[in-house]
């Protein structure tokens, strides 16, 4: 049972930051390289060439950040911890200056009247552990657990929601079978392997905050509804399914890894990487669970007149598939159908009989002006989807925007801006957007 989540009785609103996006000084204070240091050096990596050397410098602007969340009407703030912050190795030695910045940052949003709620891992692996095979390697699972617990000791008696993993299925499938993301490895069924061990490493994690008393324990999954283009496309569907989703809920849920997933991904079924005990781990070791959410996805049987897009090389094992996208698109070229919202969040209530909270959406615009009524549209309209599938039975506690700052949009550089507040990457000046305001208002009056 929940003791700190919201309750339910209202939809909660926050917003949603991580740390490589926004902080900047990623070689102050101790702070050691991650993969994402590492994978933004390669050309082509990133659509600019930029990495997160500055980002926001939200490391050295947090309370100017955290009086925008105030200044919203927020009530939440989700942020991530930097791993390389805290064990720049990923093992052994901790960084007394890593874990004093989130010290600051936590007490400056209480004082503020603002919830922190922390994410462990939201991608940035320290790259000495990927230098020993990252989330291929199971004792990064168990590394991960032990800085759980360092972060846990230091913040926790103020922190009281915490996630573990922040969107695994991009960590495990755009990282390590794509090569889309960090550490932008394509080996293809490797990526049901990371998955495998970030979802160990979740149970371990989890496993010890309870003991330490952790009693409001969540994951973050980015669920995706595949609605078939064509009747000729459903099996593909759900296959794409099992390997997007299922292989999240079904451990959470029942401890297993089902016979569908299993057919797309035979590795999971061997017993030397899905150990004796590994699942159980999982099974039940969430208090709530968190829904990211952007667009829905069309899949046709593998077309070779469409655009090749780029996430399907992100499904190893799958029958082989095109994604067709219709508009209206966002200027990332992500179809908008806030139907898509309701029917993951109602479906991922179902899966899991857990809590939900919406703990991202929202979208980027080309914001040639501060006037950005497009990404009010699609606010308002997700918001309403949120509260449909909340009228619907679904335990739907909060929704979180994604995201306060104009950032690095990790692959994208600093070409998408999901942002209500603009970023002058120049002077780092902040600038409300109208959907910032809309939100504040919005807010005031819920």
């Known amino acids: 049972m929940t003791q700190h989540l919201p309750d339910g009785s209202t939809l909660a609103f926050g917003a949603a930051t991580a740390a490589y996006q926004i902080e900047g000084a990623i070689a102050e204070d101790g702070r050691a390289p991650s993969i994402w240091d590492t994978f933004a050096q390669v050309p082509g990596a990133t659509r600019d060439g930029l990495d997160g050397r500055v980002a926001c410098d939200s490391y050295h602007r947090f309370e100017e950040d955290l009086d925008l969340v105030a200044g919203m009407n927020a009530g939440w703030y989700r942020f991530s911890i930097a791993w390389p912050r805290i064990v720049p190795e990923g093992t052994g030695r901790v960084e007394p200056r890593g874990l004093d910045y989130y010290d600051r940052l936590v007490d400056a949003a209480l004082a503020r009247g603002v919830n922190p709620t922390a994410t462990l891992y939201h991608w940035d692996l320290p790259q000495a552990l990927e230098d020993r095979d990252g989330w291929l390697n199971r004792d990064t699972a168990y590394a991960f657990a032990d800085y759980a617990m360092v972060v846990h ?132 070791s969430a208090d709530w669970m968190g829904v990211n959410y952007y667009t829905p996805f069309r899949p046709t049987l593998a077309d070779p007149s469409l655009s090749v897009h780029p996430e399907v090389e992100a499904y190893p094992g799958v029958t082989p598939v095109s994604f067709v996208v219709r508009e209206p698109r966002t200027d990332i070229g992500w179809e908008v159908d806030d139907r898509g919202l309701e029917e993951q969040l109602i479906d991922a209530h179902k899966a899991t009989g857990l809590p939900i909270v919406v703990t991202e959406n929202g979208a980027a615009y080309p914001d040639t002006s501060l006037d950005d009524q497009d990404r009010i549209g699609y606010l308002r309209d997700h918001i309403a989807a949120t509260e449909r599938a909340r009228a619907a039975g679904a335990d739907v506690r909060g929704y979180f925007v994604w995201t306060l700052l104009d950032n690095f949009e990790w692959a994208e550089g600093y070409t998408k801006t999901f942002g209500v507040v603009h970023v002058n990457p120049e002077d780092q000046t902040r600038t409300p957007k109208a959907s910032y305001h809309w939100l504040a208002e919005h807010l005031a009056g819920h």
């Open 153 to 284: 000791e230091r913040l926790g008696d103020r922190v009281k929601v915490w996630a573990t993993h922040n969107e695994p299925w991009c960590a495990a499938y755009l990282g390590y079978a794509a090569g889309i993301h960090a550490p932008g490895r394509k080996e293809g069924a490797a990526g049901h392997r990371a998955a495998h061990h970030l979802n160990l490493g979740h149970g371990l994690a989890a496993a010890r905050l309870h003991e330490a008393g952790v009693t409001d324990l969540g994951i973050v999954h980015n669920l995706a509804p595949f609605w078939p283009e064509t009747p000729e496309a459903a099996a593909a569907a759900d296959e794409l399914d099992a390997v997007r989703n299922r292989i999240w809920t079904g451990p959470l849920a029942h401890g297993e890894y089902d016979e569908g997933l299993l057919r797309v991904a035979p590795v999971l079924a061997d017993s030397t990487l899905v150990r004796d005990g590994d699942l159980d781990l999982v099974k039940g």
